[in-house]
């Protein structure tokens, strides 16, 4: 059996992660047992949410325990197999952590999926045709239900899920806005993903600036928001919410750091009848095929473009995994490992 390079959460972080929270060891890859597969893994999936497994407290799932693989979505090969349903060959998506190879149980709920890799490249299970989009799919159809014609926002908008949200809104016939960092990214979510305006963060600072970035690309208010970030820009959002607007709450990573996130002016929300949902997608299987299915569908007519920004090799992990935090990436961060 390989050898079988792991990075594991050595300790938690004290504010702000660092590399020295991580710890790269090398292992033995046990022998399968009936039932099993082993998967050599091409491509780890580096998701915001990791941030918050890092930390000791309550959350919506287990915190990441010390001393093991590190959680994380994987995509890669059946190496071998004792599972009828799998064969050596076959292109698989799983969450089988920050290691090279890993053993699954073939019958385990969830565990494993087979993917059809003809049309689709395999990275893309891991973003816009995986984890992600189906975030950002659960999000507008579920909670947000746009009309045609209504506004919708979205922060992150360039990212994995951003960028999904943004073609399953146009395909609803909705005005879509973006929220990212930088002129490239702005220019990518209007010039190749298709939404109608984009507002820099970076050249919008504060509450009073994004407000007013937000009432000029949105001069008919808001009436769906897709919500990664928090902090400032709900805040704003929030100043500028139609009646009855509906907010998707999917991500804060401003305060996964530990530093609280109040709201300024939470009485908005009772002024406006507006409904905020949080969310976590995993929550909600019974809607993966229909999603996967339309997303599917939007990257092989070229109508969604998702980007990628890949890091080379298991211990690049971490510090891509930073990098991420801070907004480096362009589009969905994945690490090659083969």
Known sequence: MPRNSQILLDNRPQGEATVDNFRLVVSDTPALRDG??????????????????????????????????????????????????????????????????????????????????????????????GMPGVTAWYGLTKIIDPKPGQTLVVSAASGAVGSAFGALAKARGCRVVGIAGGPDKCRYVTGELGFDACIDHRAHGDLASMSQALKQACPDGIDGHFENVGGYILDAVLLRANAFARVALCGVIAGYDGRPLPLQNPALILINRMRVEGFIVSEHMEVWPEALAELAGLVASGRLRPRETIAQGLAAAPEAFLGLLKGRNFGKQLVKLI
Request: hydrophobic fraction near 35%.
């Open 36 to 129: 099993q597969v082993l998967v050599r893994h091409h491509y780890l999936s580096l998701d915001p949410y990791m941030r918050g497994r890092m930390n000791e407290g309550k959350s919506y799932a287990a915190c990441q325990p010390l001393g093991e693989v590190m959680i994380g979505g994987t995509a890669g090969e059946v190496a071998e197999s004792r599972h009828p349903d799998y064969a050596v060959g076959d292109k698989v998506v799983g969450m089988g952590g920050w290691q090279e190879w890993s053993v699954a149980d073939g019958a385990a709920p969830g565990m494993l999926r087979k993917v059809d890799t003809r049309h689709v490249p395999l990275s893309y299970y891991l973003g816009a045709v």
